[in-house]
Structure formats: structure tokens, C-alpha cells
């Protein structure tokens, strides 16, 4: 093994076996590394994109190769030979060309970029091959063939069982029924049943029909967004789908996967929570008959591998997953759909830190296929690509039902006493709609009983000893907790300070207004949706269910429970406290508070009666409030839009954020202003139109005991920014001390 300095093959003669493979290892490092075949060749030969397991220090890795040369900067001698080769065949070129791209992009490690990109099993070196599963077949139905059984009872119940299904039944399937293996084989070794294996995830087999269900019958906006979609589906088509809440957008994905489909296609559809993959999943189920296969975290890392595997070979004809997903290698990659395209889930903030949103235009671009962003409250970089006309701007104004969306009533908390977070006022419009049958989604995007807990006498508050940060007041079970690095620890009897026993929470969270919401309405059930509540496999899903069954009832809520969930029997949502984001240090707060707002407010009056919407503030004055509740999220998002061209903040200009921490603070500083410093002098050499910005402590200074400090990079041209950041990482690797960490984040979607 040695170090590649130079990543351009020199490729050797067409025939001639390579005198070098370059290698991409799981590691940091931003390089490549060196290493002499050996063994047997594939069947045809070297070349990128096949796994090899290599020594590397005194471990094995699996890494891929990259490229095959002639010649290395390093005499041959020295080069380690690879251990084994893994792969046949190599791994799909568009999916090493994707992983290509976002390393560059992200100024990552190759080798790290391609490890994460793989499912678990592929990284530990096990075959790239599908598991499969047995499917029994009746052969012979006659009495005389029969007769051989007339002792055997159970085994002529399970002919019977046979016959009732012509495609056979998996093994798993009859033993489900009483059988067992051993009286299957048996069966098949007097020529009664077959048994073949087939994939687990198996392929649609050449039906005839592609769905399993009517289309709906779209209304005029939908049919001509579809009908613009269809006129480019063999090249690259970029669509922002914007639509109301409720407007039909998920139909449009349907029917427009249905025409890829049909010209043999494959459609991978892009959600950015876990929560939504079953919903999502079940409907598309639902209308066709072709596989359609699941990729998030919830999965085994076998059935992830399964998945994955039915999308490369294309077995599975409809992909959908969570942001991860956006690197499963497609067959015959016909469309890519990003759905709530705005959502912050889709961006990666640790590691590798992409984003699967803009790696989804960057693929879709380079397959020449359409790619659609569908949003209610589209991200402004979405609209000023649609604005500049890069993206077709499709509209849907109306709703499926015939209600309009419900518009915000801004509901003033000054000098209001509240009861969980809840005014009087409130609180009487809760029991004016379970009074009339209704269900009431109370939102409160704070998880626990309250944000902090304070001496009524000194002031004291409970605060993190790790973080920058008040602890939380958590009630089941009882702990304060830090949400920023889950530090708990029991509430102190007394105040550790005066030693008053008077201590008081603060504030409401989800719990307090699950508790207060129980003791107001006794005979009417609470159901709380956070991520404590529903930390239990299938959990969410049952709560989901118990919610849709449409009886009264009261649902507390954080944003888990805002993203995109249909809840028809909501006839009145409330927002507790929508001040959170008016003012925060963050210039994207705003625009990312509003998005929340309106997709919280878009689950009241979903189906057959209208739905209100009450949001308490204490700055009902407030001019964006205001204009959000008058004139709607698109005439705010195009006021923060010009606000961002004068500040010359994204989309009209690029960002790069170099994070240090360390556990001394004068170590992650130092390091800050040393890069800082060599940064601006490179920068003045090179005349490159890049700001250097900083270096400045993180918004939380201290979190988990270490800390943080920011150096930012902006320019009005990415080209430039990214020669900037390549040379800083560069820089950064070469002479940083190993008493801190640092991260490069391109395009970062938060400065903390």
C-alpha cells in the first residue's frame, strides 16, 4: 500500500493487466491509495468499481477500486498486494459516478463517501447476491395421483391449500398454517409440488396490468402538472411541484410513476422521515402491482441489502426511502420524486454532509431523466430556481376537498394566563370541536413536561453541565435531560444553590399539555406523538391507526406528527407558542418556522368539513407573523427572498462553514485563527473572489463537554468556492493538530 498522489489513471494498454490498483479506503484520509493485483483476475478483468479487501495498516478494509494503472509514484516494491477480490462484476458505474460527485462536492473522503453509500454487508465484504425463499407449486390435481394420500390427511390439506393459489405458496406462507417443511418435501418427492427459489423482493413477472387500482380522476391543475411532466419523460426535466396542502400532489407522483413504469422504467421517491415511509409505502402498494420496496433506518441491515439489490438488478420497479436512499443504484432509472422537497430531513449534519435533495437533481441530470420537487412550502432555493426558470413552476391552488386551506388566526398570549401553555379562549375552541365531533391536533414543538425548571426564590436553573444549554424537565419517566447530547439526571429534591425547596417548570412541553389537555377533558382520549412516545417499534403506526379510526379525540404533537400526515377527522389545529423562530440568529429561522407553521396548519379540514386553525404568539404585531397570516407562506417566502439577495445570503450566494472543536476552548480557537489566517493569505495570492468570515465561537459554544468555534467561506460563484474549500481542507489535513476535529460543511442548512 502507498499513498496515490496523483488521481488521473494512467490507463494501461487495452489487454494488459494493470500494474497498479488505486483503491478507495474507508478512512478520513482524501486520497487514494496504491496497491499490486493478486490472485486470480475477475473473469473480466481489473477494472473500477470492484470491491477488494486490502491490508491496511495492521487491518483488512474493503475499499474500491477507482482506477487501474500502468505505473504508480511509488516503485512497485513497496506497493502491498489487494488480499482477495470480492466482486465478479462491478458495483453500477452511475452509482460510483454519484459517489464520485458527492465527495468532490462535499469535499469528503472517497473512500468514507463509498462505504456510507453501501449497505452494511457490502461494507463487511458479503456477496453482492439477493437471498432467496422457496415457492411451492401444485403439479397434480387428479384423484388417482390423489389416492397415494389417503392416509395421509394433513398432507392432502395441504394439496388443497396448494390449489387455492395457482402462484404457489413461499415457505413461510404455508408453515404459517400449521405445515412444515419436511411435509412439503415430502409432497415434492412423489412429484405432487415443485419448489423453486426465487429473490426475496421478487420481480413483477411480466404483467399485463401495472395497476392494482383505478387511477383517481385528477381536477384541471392536476391534469395539466401532469400533462407537463409528460412531455419530457426521456430527458432531464426538472418540476417544482407546489402545491396547498392537500392538493392532490401525492396522485400526480402515481400517476406519473405509472407512464415510467410503462416504458419499463424505475421511479425512486425521496421522503424525509421514517414516519412516512409505512403511509407512503401502503398507498403506492395499494395502486400498483409492481414491487415496491423500502430503504430508511428501520430496517435490518439484511432486509436493507435486500432492497438495494432488487433496485440494481431492477426487479424492484418503485424505490422509496428516507435521504440515504438517494444513493440506491437504479437498473433503469426512469424518475426521481422528492417529496416536501423544504424539509430539513434531507440534509445530513454529521459526517458527510450532504444533501439528498440537491444529489437528486445532480443524478437525475447526469441519468437525463425528470426530476420532480413537490413541497406546500417549497424551499427558497426551490423558488429561485423556479423563478430564474430553471425549474418548471407547476401550481396547485386547490384542495382535493372542496375547503380551502384553513388561514392562520393569530391569537395574542400578552398578560393571558395559560394552563399548559393554553390561553381560556383556547381552550373553549378545543371544547366547541370535540364537542361537535371533531379532532384537535394541539402543537407544541417541545419535547418533555417543560423546558426548564427554575428556584422560585434565587432564580436558579437547571442547565446542562456538558452544553450551553437548560436541561429539560421530563415527567415520564422523571429526569432532567439536555436534547442537545441526552445527559439525564434526576431533579434535585432542593435548589442546589439556596436550598429552597420551591422548584418550578417553566414553559410547556408535550407532556405538560398532554397532562393539562387529560385534566380538562377526562372522558376525551390524549394521544402524544414525540420521539419519547414513540420509541417503540411499530408505536407511531399504532397511534397513527388508533387516531384514523376518527372518534374525538385530542392529538399533542412536535413536528413528527406536522410532516405530511393525512389526518382527516382534524377539524381544529393549535399552535401553543409560534415565537420560536421569529428571531433567531439563524437567517434561515424564519423561513424554516414558516414552512412548519403552514404544514401544521394543513392538517385541519383535510376531508369533508372545514378546518380553523389558532396560532398563540406573543408578537401578533409582528410584520412577518402577520404577513404570513394575511397573504399566505408564498408571498412571505418572496419577501425573504429579496431580503436574501440584499444581504447577499443563499440561494444568491454560497456558503462553507469549517467547524473546529476541541475539549480546551483556547485549542479549537487557535486552530480557527490559524486557518483563518492561512486561508485569507492564500486567498489575497490568488485574487479568488471568495469572503472569509470569522473565526467566530458556534451560536452553543459548549456542547458535550467540548468546544465549538465556526470560520465561514462565501462567494457569489461555487466554482470558486470550491477551490477555496478543496485548498482549506487541504491545508486543514496536512496541519491540524490532533487535539481538534474539524469539519468542512458545504451548503450548510444551519450555522450551530
Sequence with gaps: MADSKDESPD?????????????????????????????????????????????????????????????????????????ECLDAAPLPADWLWLCRFTARYYQHSLGDTLHLALPGPLRQGRPLEARTRERWQLLVTSEAALEQLARAPRQRELIALLA????????????????????????????????????????????????????????REQAAALST??????????????????????????????????????ALILVPEIGLTPQTLSRFRRRFRAPVVALHSGLTDLERLDAWEAARSGRAPIVIGT????????????????DEEHDGSFKQQDGLRYHARDLAIARAHKDGIPILLGSATPSLESLAQARAGRYRHLRLTQRASRHAPAKLELVDLRGRLRQGGLIPPVIDAIRQALAAE???????????????????????????????????LHRQPQRLMCHHCEQQMPPPDACPACGSGDLRPLGAGTERSEETLAALFPDTPVYRIDRDSTRRKESFDQLLSEIRRGEPGLLVGTQMLAKGHHLPHVTLVVVVNADAGLYASDFRALEQSAQLLVQVAGRAGRAERPGRVLVQTLHPDDPNLRLLADSGYDALAYQLLEERRLAMLPPYRHLALTRFEAVQEQDARDAAEAAGTAAREWLAERHLAVHCLGPVPAPMERRQNRYHMQLMLSADKRSALHEAGAWLAGWLENTGSRRVRWSLDIDPMTLS
Design 11 to 83: 490507463t494501461p494498454a487495452p489487454g494488459a493487466a494493470p500494474a497498479v490498483l488505486r483503491v478507495a479506503v474507508p478512512t478520513p484520509l482524501r486520497r487514494l491509495f496504491d496497491y499490486r493485483p493478486a490472485g486470480r483476475p475477475p473473469a473480466d478483468g481489473w477494472q473500477p468499481g470492484l470491491r477488494v479487501k486490502v491490508p491496511f495498516g495492521r487491518r483488512q478494509l474493503v475499499g474500491i477500486v477507482i482506477a487501474c494503472d500502468s505505473r504508480s509514484d511509488w516503485p512497485t516494491t513497496q506497493l502491498k498486494p489487494i488480499v
Design 229 to 266: 411532466l409528460h412531455e419530457a419523460l426521456d430527458s432531464y426535466h426538472p418540476c417544482l411541484l407546489h402545491g396547498v396542502t392537500g392538493s392532490g400532489k401525492t396522485e400526480v407522483y402515481l400517476q406519473l410513476i405509472e407512464a415510467i413504469l410503462a416504458k419499463g422504467g424505475q
Design 164 to 219: 387455492q393459489h395457482r402462484q404457489g405458496l413461499i415457505t413461510s406462507a404455508a408453515t404459517a398454517q400449521g405445515f412444515t417443511r419436511a411435509q412439503l418435501k415430502t409432497l415434492a418427492d412423489k412429484g405432487l409440488v415443485s419448489c423453486h427459489e426465487e429473490p426475496l423482493t421478487a420481480g413483477s413477472g411480466g404483467q399485463e396490468t401495472i395497476l392494482a387500482e383505478p387511477s383517481l380522476t385528477l381536477n
Design 438 to 472: 371533531g379532532q384537535v391536533l394541539v402543537f407544541i414543538n417541545r419535547r418533555g413536561f417543560a423546558p426548564s425548571l427554575a428556584c422560585h426564590q434565587c432564580g436558579w436553573i437547571a442547565e446542562c453541565p456538558h452544553c450551553d444549554a437548560r436541561q429539560t
Design 323 to 338: 435521504r440515504s436512499a438517494v444513493f440506491t443504484p437504479l437498473a433503469r432509472p426512469g424518475v426521481i420524486i422528492v
